[in-house]
């Protein structure tokens, strides 16, 4: 049974960090693209970031926040900079065929159960 178990969020100021990390089991990730999104209050899921032989950011994080990870441990981690109260969302690890399937929803084959960041002002 494949499983995506999300950790590190919480409670953060505007313009600290804060680093989240997903531990993935079940099966071998590899050859699978990695990707992170995340879902504020009252709004879709959206996309953040992808790595999967080479990486892709959403634009409103480009600068601020780098995808990593360790396919020996199957994880994935988003290191999250000058974080802003915009940002607060719950963040979920998910695992798509491909990099370019892993950026849209609709391409996700497995979903974590997410993690909460707060940033306030």
């Known amino acids: 049974q494949v499983q995506l178990v999300e950790s590190g969020g919480g409670l953060v100021q505007a313009g600290g960090s804060l680093t989240v990390s997903c531990l993935a089991s079940?099966?071998?990730?590899?050859?699978?693209?990695m990707a992170w999104f995340r879902q504020a209050p009252g709004k879709v899921r959206e996309f953040v970031a992808a790595?999967?032989?080479?990486?892709k950011y959403a634009d409103g994080v480009k600068g601020r926040f780098t995808i990593s990870r360790d396919i020996a441990k199957s994880a994935v981690y988003l290191q999250m900079n000058s974080l802003k109260p915009e940002d607060t969302a719950v963040y979920y690890c998910?695992?798509?065929?491909?990099?370019?399937?892993?950026?849209?929803?609709?391409?996700?084959?497995?979903w974590g159960k997410g993690t909460l960041v707060t940033v306030s002002s």
């Open positions: 998910a695992v798509g065929a491909s990099l370019r399937t892993a950026q849209a929803i609709s391409g996700i084959d497995y």
């Open positions: 079940g099966r071998t990730f590899g050859s699978y693209a």
């Open positions: 790595i999967g032989g080479s990486i």
